[in-house]
């Protein structure tokens, strides 16, 4: 059975930093295309950052340069941080592991960033 455990979302201040998990377990993520995708209340799931086989990264407009996303093969872990962190920042983060054939979606973990 293949899951997808997200971990590390909470209620910061605007510029404060998280760093958000997403453990697996059933895949190794080294054989996966990596994603974190987040949707905002009201607003359609949008794709933040991805993570190729190679570890190399990319992510949106929105979050360069504030967000970094990386991998752990050995621990079977992506992980998301995130500095400087806004209001429209705010949303549940999704982590999505993605191959040609099938793909699978964490249960999501909540960002809020509110003064």
């Known amino acids: 059975q293949v899951q997808l455990v997200e971990s590390g979302g909470g209620l910061v201040q605007p510029g404060e930093s998280l760093r958000l998990s997403c453990g697996a377990s059933?895949?190794?993520?080294?054989?996966?295309?990596m994603h974190w995708y987040r949707q905002a209340p009201g607003k359609q799931r949008e794709l933040v950052a991805t993570?190729?086989?190679?570890?190399?990264?990319d992510y949106i407009d929105s979050v360069k340069g504030r967000f970094t996303m990386s991998k752990d093969n050995t621990k079977n872990t992506v992980y998301l941080q995130m500095n400087s962190l806004q209001p429209e920042d705010t949303a549940v983060y999704y982590c999505?592991?993605?191959?040609?054939?099938?793909?699978?979606w964490g249960q999501g973990t909540q960002v809020t960033v509110s003064s």
């Open positions: 999505h592991a993605q191959t040609a054939w099938i793909d699978y």
């Open positions: 059933g895949i190794s993520v080294s054989l996966y295309v």
């Open positions: 993570i190729a086989r190679d570890g190399a990264a």
